[in-house]
């Protein structure tokens, strides 16, 4: 296949590509020019492309005519499938041809065509998935048509991937921000700010402003219901004198609104007239915001100032922005008023805006039943629950988000109540006969085609005209909420007392008398009527209460246009891309993409001189792209795929290997630990009794003779039983596992964990000997098969689920506090010391709180540590002091992939959130889970990468530490993991680069494998500080010897959470030095003027650790796990 020809003017469409995205706008006339040499491009790409296609089909067709002639039909399908691939092949042979998908794709996205654009993308990733990391401008470009596309998760992670191998790219600030937006929107609340914080770092050009990412950190303060730091950063916005008229109104209407709503704000009274003067104030400021009228009538029909509110939104009505959720509280308005044609006209407005919109259908249901049409009210509940039990499955089931879903919560339950009554009244309701009396109401069908009044109508199709073409064909929740919490988390415009009163209590007694004059048959009938409600329903028309910050952000770039609209091509290769494009000018699409060919030369078998001199040709016009410890062009980390056979219903539920301890012979056996190390979990049974260990020093009385005011995190949970996790309105199992935590001390918590216990002996003399038959039942080993009808039985039982306090996280590292209860676990054999030459983590060289110290956990039946990974796959130690038992479920680390994508299925973070798995839905997905009793004096041996969850079954104590076994396998799963929290924007509380130095300092390796891991992160250590260096240099930076203090903790950027090492960028920040790596260095000054560089190990040091670190060979077989 030829190279493509280009004309000349095409040259000037050569060098855009994705990076360009946000400053270049095409839908501007003064483009117009650029416009069209774009459009020409893309239609030559398109024919190339096509013709590319076509010659090597026709070629491998004809290669392959001869050899069909002869075959059956299934050998020529087979051979069909084998043509396809080999012309496949063949065109992903041409360098041209993949390049030019690549290039396609940019141009679309330029011209905002989404769809074309992610089509175009993904067809080259299909060529190259073995290497598309090295092509930064692609990832940058996909990330943002799958962020347009609003596929927010594929979004995350093609923008995690591209700041993890290039965080000085040159729109990592437009990929911070937008990752903070989606974050935000899935309830990652801590990531997110941690990317708006970022996104406010950079001094690149950038489509946003300062204020309007302020507005943005203020907001989500908001959605996490912290009032107090949000009211603070929106009066902090209004006393900017640069801040623009719509800004201002936005921070005026989330005032206003906050007011409205927040009880922690003032009086009542007080608080209304402040919501009032602050929505005023917004539409003094952008008087077309038909949002802030809205808002504004809700305000006044909360005070009873029924004919102002009607004012505003009738205004906000005309400003073509009235949306299902104006018409909403308008048809309140008017049902409260006596006024039933009038709100009916409303409602039905309202649900052919925003077929989803539940209040609407509710009220609906609520005006019909006070009519006495169980019919009608019947299809509109049916309509309203649907679209609850929709919504709370969406995104938004956060913990945070579920405290302020009570109201639908309610709403649900309420109408679930309403469907099983009406549907008893219509079965029993005789066939309606010519003389009955006449409808109050039209019925729901006539309603949804019979012409309303012409002002409604006119209103109507102007809102439905007025909304995104773009949003028809995505599904009614996916993009992220708008800057309304309350609104926009409820989605009920109306009060939720109002629905629950009128749902619940006045219209009960009405539906009672008017209910027999129904027909029985109506069940299925008005099954049919809602079908046909939801198919007549205009399904492009999406709301505008639902339109997302990701729309916000589109109005911030709409806003550069405006101010900006003489934009030209000439300036941005100049001022906006500025020399920052040179970074990623290796990438061109036309020039090809692979990387370069330097970094195939560092090896594990060069000296440090030699390392030294090949870093010496490196480009230092840039800063380092990318620092990784795992292989030389290794891909960006991700969960692994689960091990592809299939297993059978005993194979699901593993036996959990354990052995029984007789002696201390036993113990100090090197066969226990390879016993260990050879299972993803163990339980060693019977330790404490074989080492005689004392376990009494860590019973709750001698903890609070020895330090009463020590202290204790608590978390407060719900108590289930160990097969149960219900989401808190009671109607489904659910991963996301909930708990509050709060502080207290030792002696607090041992009157708690005492008093709980006499509750409970009181409760079960109250019960007698069935209730305690019942619950030894739950407990035991084989209730995994009596689940079921454990669950059956016990979900009567379920709303009145008690709370319980878990105290965790005590720590035990203060010799001076905790001698004794330190000394005694001396007795341990060396593997299972929390310290040992033996244990990684002993050569740290600082504490790490609950890794190389002991931490211990207080617990009342019911206590749970959810599901999760240890801290960078490390081992763990977990013995039962008692006096109770504790229930453990595990997974193989081979299948943590799987449960990563089972977290992801049911919107929880794997590494941030909460969860405690459904174990059907472990079985589903084929993977395996370990379950066991852990009883007093028991040891649990936690292998490295293994997936657990824990409840205590009984009143005990535990105590735990993390150890790191001199194996190849756990380096491997500690630096996998280093890596992919990277990825994740996740700190690592484990320096591995710190540790794999002292670790090269302080022993001998004759295990190959990990020689040439540790040997590897040395390699890629060095050879990153030594390029930083001759790049600070080159910036005329002076780099200062600082040294390292004994025991001094490992360094992290204050920015991002990575790990600095050896060279130290500080920069003095509220009165405090903080140290930044260089990436965020750079992003507060690319010149590095006003930052000190600090150096912690002399060159010289390095080097000779690096080749003093070297293979150890002994006589014997090393041992390699």
């Known amino acids: 296949m030829g190279q493509i020809s280009l004309d000349e003017d095409d040259c000037l469409v050569r060098e855009l590509d994705s990076r360009y995205y946000g400053f270049l706008d095409l839908s501007n006339q003064k483009n117009a020019e650029i416009r069209n040499l774009v459009q020409q491009t893309v239609t030559k790409l398109q024919n190339y492309i096509a013709n590319g296609h076509q010659n090597n089909a026709v070629t491998n067709v004809y290669d392959s005519s001869s050899r069909t002639d002869q075959k059956d039909d299934g050998d020529t399908k087979h051979l069909d499938t084998e043509t396809k691939e080999k012309a496949l092949v063949s065109v992903g042979d041409d360098e041209n041809y993949v390049n030019a998908l690549c290039k396609l794709g940019h141009l679309h996205l330029l011209l905002g065509e989404y769809s074309e654009a992610l089509s175009a993308y993904q067809k080259y ?133 906050m007011y409205h709503c927040v009880e922690c704000l003032g009086e009542k009274k007080e608080r209304e007239t402040y919501a009032l003067n602050f929505l005023q104030k917004s539409i003094e400021a952008d008087p077309k915001s038909g949002q802030s009228l809205y808002l504004l009538g809700r305000c006044y029909a909360g005070i009873n100032k029924v004919h102002d509110a009607f004012l505003a939104y009738r205004n906000s009505v005309e400003k073509s922005e009235g949306n299902a959720d104006t018409w909403c509280s308008i048809g309140v308005l008017y ?105 109050t109401l039209c019925s729901i069908e006539e309603a949804w085609n019979l012409p309303i009044s012409l002002e409604m109508n006119s209103r109507q199709q102007q809102t439905a005209q007025m909304l995104p073409r773009q949003m028809a064909k995505q599904s009614p929740v996916q993009g992220p909420p708008p800057p309304y919490p309350h609104s926009q988390l409820s989605q009920s415009p109306i009060p939720a007392k109002r629905i629950k009163e009128d749902g619940q209590q006045e219209l009960v007694q009405h539906n009672n008398q008017t209910a027999t004059q129904l027909n029985s048959n109506l069940m299925n009938i008005s099954e049919t009527l809602s079908q046909r409600n939801l198919i007549a329903m205009p399904g492009e028309n999406k709301k505008i209460s639902e339109q997302s910050v990701v729309d916000t952000f589109d109005d911030i770039s709409n806003d550069i246009y405006k101010q900006n609209e003489t934009i030209k091509l000439e300036r ?129 009385k001698t903890l609070v003779e020895a330090n009463p005011e020590h202290s204790v995190e608590v978390r407060t949970q719900v108590h289930q039983s160990p097969d149960e996790n219900w989401d808190t309105s009671q109607g489904k199992r659910v991963w996301a596992c909930i708990s509050h935590r ?89 593997f299972a010391r929390v310290i040992s030459a033996a244990n990684m983590l002993s050569h740290v060289g600082h504490v790490i709180l609950g890794m190389n110290t002991v931490q211990l956990y207080m617990k009342v039946p019911g206590s749970r540590t959810p599901g999760h990974q240890e801290n960078n796959n490390f081992c763990s130690i977990n013995i039962n002091i008692g006096p109770g038992d504790c229930e453990w479920f595990a997974v193989p680390d081979a299948y943590w992939g799987g449960v990563h994508n089972l977290c992801e299925k049911n919107n929880i973070s794997y590494l941030h959130g909460s969860w405690w798995p459904v174990l059907e839905d472990l079985y589903k997905e084929n993977i395996p889970v370990y379950r066991f009793i852990q009883k007093p004096g028991d040891l649990v041996w936690v292998n490295a990468g293994c997936v657990h969850w824990v409840q205590s079954v009984g009143w005990c104590n535990n105590i735990a530490w993390n150890v790191g076994p001199l194996t190849a396998r756990q380096y491997s799963l500690a630096i996998e993991r280093y890596e992919w929290n990277k990825v994740q924007a996740f700190k690592s509380i484990v320096p591995m680069v710190h540790l794999s130095w002292n670790l090269a300092r302080n022993i001998k390796v004759s295990d ?44 992290y950027c204050g920015q991002c959470e990575v790990e600095v090492f050896n060279v130290l960028f500080v920069k003095e920040q509220e009165k405090r030095h903080v140290v930044h790596c260089l990436s965020c260095a750079l992003k507060m000054s690319p010149s590095l003027q006003g930052i000190v560089c600090l150096e912690e190990y002399r060159l010289s040091e390095l080097q000779h650790v690096y080749d003093s670190f070297s293979l150890h060979r002994t006589q014997g077989l090393a041992y390699t796990q």
């Open 125 to 257: 990733l299909r060529f190259r998935e073995n290497s598309y990391w090295t092509n930064h401008t692609f990832m940058y470009g996909i990330g943002v048509a799958y962020f347009k596309l609003r596929c927010f998760k594929w979004a995350i992670k093609s923008f995690q991937e591209l700041l993890y191998l290039s965080p000085n790219f040159t729109c990592a600030n437009e990929v911070h921000l937008r990752l903070g937006l989606m974050l935000k929107h899935c309830g990652e609340y801590h990531i997110a700010l941690k990317h708006l914080q970022l996104a406010l770092l950079y001094t690149y050009p950038s489509t946003f402003s300062e204020l309007q990412v302020k507005f943005q950190i203020a907001h989500l303060y908001e959605t996490q219901n912290k009032h107090k730091a949000a009211k603070d950063g929106y009066e902090f916005l209004l006393k900017e004198k640069n801040i623009s008229l719509e800004l201002k109104a936005d921070v005026y209407r989330q005032l206003g609104w």
């Open 742 to 830: 709060s502080h207290t001390t030792i002696a607090k918590y041992a009157q708690y964990q005492a008093s709980s216990f006499q509750d409970s002996l009181k409760d079960e003399s109250d019960k007698g000997f069935q209730g305690s038959q019942a619950m030894s039942d739950s407990d035991s080993k084989d209730s995994v098969s009596n689940s079921t009808n454990i669950v059956l039985k016990r979900k009567k039982n379920k709303i009145n689920s008690k709370m319980l306090r878990f105290g965790t996280n005590v720590d035990l590292s203060d010799e001076r506090k905790w001698k004794p209860q330190l000394t005694e676990l001396q007795k341990l054999p060396a």
């Open 572 to 700: 941005l290769s100049q001022d906006a891309i500025s020399n920052n494009l040179t970074e990623d000018s290796k990438h061109n699409e036309y020039n090809g993409d692979t990387s370069s060919d330097l970094t195939t030369s560092f090896k594990i078998q060069m000296d440090s001189k030699q390392l030294m001199s090949s870093v010496k040709l490196l480009p230092i016009d840039e800063p380092p792209v990318h620092f990784t410890i795992l292989q030389v062009n290794a891909p960006p980390p991700s969960p692994p795929d689960c091990p592809p056979q299939k297993l059978t219903r005993d194979q699901l539920l593993p036996p959990t290997p354990s052995v029984h301890l007789e002696n201390k012979k036993n113990a100090f056996s090197p066969q226990l630990q390879e016993f260990c190390l050879k299972h993803p979990i163990a339980v060693v049974r019977g330790l404490a009794g074989a080492l005689k260990l004392d376990l009494g020093l860590f019973s709750t």
């Open 1008 to 1051: 190959t494998k990990l020689f040439e891991l540790i040997k590897m992160c040395l390699l890629q250590t060095l050879k990153n500080v030594l390029h930083i260096q001759e790049y600070v240099k080159s910036k005329g930076v002076e780099i200062r010897f600082n040294g390292r203090g004994k025991n001094e903790a490992s360094h």
């Open 335 to 439: 049902q409260q008023q006596n006024q039933p044609t009038d709100a009916l006209q409303a409602y039905i407005c309202a649900v052919q805006l925003d077929k989803d919109h539940k209040a609407a259908w509710t009220n609906l249901g609520i005006l019909y039943e006070s009519c006495g049409q169980l019919r009608d009210a019947y299809a509109c509940y049916l309509n309203a629950t649907k679209q609850i039990s929709f919504q709370t499955s969406s995104l938004f089931r956060r913990k945070q988000v579920i405290r302020m879903k009570k109201d639908s919560i309610g709403l649900s339950k309420g109408l679930t109540q309403r469907i099983k009554f009406l549907e008893v009244q219509l079965s029993q309701a005789p066939l309606p006969s010519i003389t009955s009396k006449r409808r």
